[in-house]
């Protein structure tokens, strides 16, 4: 795609990019803002294509120097959100590329300040959100009247709150439906924050695969050698646990072939859904989820079938702690999180708050003969343990899938092999190590995840090349029959045909 920037606009550019440095600088001044302001240029100088040009060409903003930090704020914050919406106008892709390029320079300041500074901790913040207020901005829903369509008439089939984000050849729309909060008006945020539920197990994947790079962790090696406290099956390895091919219990419970079920922790589902209710603030260890898990009997011989179990990445996450000796959020934030720029996504562990703005998540149940509907949106998120209970939003969601697919965060080969998947029984669905590869209607291949929680759900789409994106939030009041299966199923799959499929498919045509 062709760009012309006029010299006013690539002034603009540079103004914004380095005067996010000089931002970094002024705030962390006591730790040494000359080398603050040195290291955050020299990734500046790491920019590569236009942006990389136009930044090379008189880099120092002069006019900056010696102003005081709100004065620097005041001038290079509206530039950074000037400098993104004139690229998104004539290319997305350099908008893209600016946005890394500020974000890894603004990364590359915290690490060098010397000593942890607070003011530089939140200028950073500030910084991100200056950029992506024009990545978020709303698109005309008019411009793409079928996708409005979509999610309202998603609302209508029984849904609260519906948020969707596509990023294709046309560029990026946004846009949501219903309203953030029952009883109320005001619509959902088009870029709110979720629980994004087993698309977590993306990011822990990804992290894993990251060390195997390394060459801190192996594939093929029994996870036994790295965990040796539990007393696994020396077969399981960790290609099985990336998976799902350990044949582990399911710590959330188990449904087998026969219709039988084994339980596990209380789940908001089926006969527990009541006592989980109850206990929804009630903290759960990682060891204690495993311990649970290998008390029960396996589903089947490790390597002999496929078997979707949160057990898997929860001995994922230990793994990480154990071959890292940091926390796995300190981990996430230090390999991913940061170096994306992915300031609305939160590894919570405990924690109950869901960060503002955000749509509010329902559940329903009976009590004393009595339906009661109660607000859930806070809750203990520990019993997904980093398998499921991740916070984000559409933007870092879309931001995430992109950077991976595009080979951003792992090598090539590790990519491939994340990709390679086997079959799980489930139609036009195989599953990779922390990917499913499935098979539209129209016969193209996309890359997902997707996952919820409870009364919530996050879907993150895209083709292997990263090229088309899609990523939505969709909220309903949830109970212990999961009532809404059927419709999210349908609305799912209709989004999908929706983006993937155009007019290929039949957009109200249900999953297999």
Not at 105 to 114: C, D, K, P, R, S
Not at 273 to 302: C, I, M, Q
Request: glycine share 10%.
């Amino acid at each position: 795609m062709t760009i012309t920037l006029s010299d006013q606009d690539k002034n603009t550019l540079r103004i914004a990019a380095y005067g996010a440095v000089s931002l970094m600088a002024a705030a962390g001044a006591a730790g040494r803002p000359d080398k603050i302001a040195a290291n955050g240029s020299i990734a500046l100088g790491s920019a590569t294509g236009l942006i990389g040009h136009v930044l090379a060409d008189h880099p120092q903003g002069k006019d900056l120097t010696g102003k005081s930090v709100a004065e620097i704020a005041d001038r290079v914050l509206p530039a950074l959100t000037a400098a993104m919406n004139l690229l998104k106008q004539q290319d997305p892709a350099e908008a893209d590329n600016f946005r890394g390029t500020v974000l890894v320079a603004v990364e590359t300041a915290q690490l060098h300040q010397g000593q942890s500074s607070p003011a530089a901790a939140e200028m950073a913040r500030k910084i991100t959100e200056a950029i992506d207020a024009a990545r978020m901005a709303v698109v005309d829903g008019q411009d793409r009247p079928e996708l409005q369509k979509a999610i309202e008439e998603i609302v209508e089939s029984g849904f609260v709150a519906v948020s969707l984000r596509v990023h294709d050849e046309r560029g990026e729309w946004a846009g949501s439906a219903g309203v953030a909060e029952l009883g109320g008006t005001a619509k959902p945020p088009v870029n709110g924050h979720a629980r994004i539920g087993s698309n977590s197990k993306t990011f822990t994947a990804t992290l894993v695969l990251q060390l195997v790079a390394e060459g801190r962790i192996e594939l093929d090696t029994p996870a036994a050698e790295y965990l040796p406290e539990f007393g696994l099956d020396r077969r399981i390895t960790v290609r099985m646990l990336l998976q799902h091919t350990s044949g582990l219990f399911n710590y959330t419970g188990e449904v087998y072939d026969d219709g039988s079920i084994v339980y596990g922790i209380p789940v908001p589902f089926g006969a527990t859904g009541k006592e989980w209710v109850d206990n929804r603030f009630h903290t759960y260890r990682p060891e204690e989820l495993v311990r649970l898990a290998l008390s029960k009997p396996a589903r089947f011989e490790p390597g002999t079938g496929w078997s979707y179990s949160n057990t898997n990445y929860v001995l994922a996450r230990l793994l990480i702690e154990k071959v890292t000796g940091r926390p796995l959020a300190e981990e996430m934030q230090r390999r991913i999180l940061g170096p994306l720029g992915l300031s609305g996504t939160v590894v919570p562990d405990a924690s109950p708050e869901m960060p503002e703005p955000h749509a509010h998540v329902y559940y329903r149940y009976e009590e004393d003969g009595r339906q009661r509907t109660i607000d859930i949106t806070r809750l203990n998120p520990s019993w997904g343990s980093i398998g499921s209970d991740m916070i984000s939003t559409s933007q870092d969601l879309a931001t995430f899938i992109s950077a991976l697919l595009g080979g951003k965060l792992l090598p090539a080969p590790l990519l491939a092999e994340m990709c390679t998947a086997r079959a799980t029984g489930i139609p036009n669905m195989d599953y990779g190590l922390g990917v499913f590869v499935q098979k539209t209607d129209c016969g193209g291949t996309v890359i997902t995840h997707n996952g919820g929680l409870v009364g919530s759900a996050s879907l993150m789409f895209s083709t292997p090349d990263g090229g088309k994106i899609m990523t939505a939030v969709l909220n309903w009041v949830d109970d212990a029959d999961m009532s809404l299966t059927t419709a999210f199923r349908d609305a799912q799959q209709r989004l999908v045909n929706e983006v993937f499929c155009g007019e290929q498919a039949d957009p109200a045509q249900p999953a297999d």
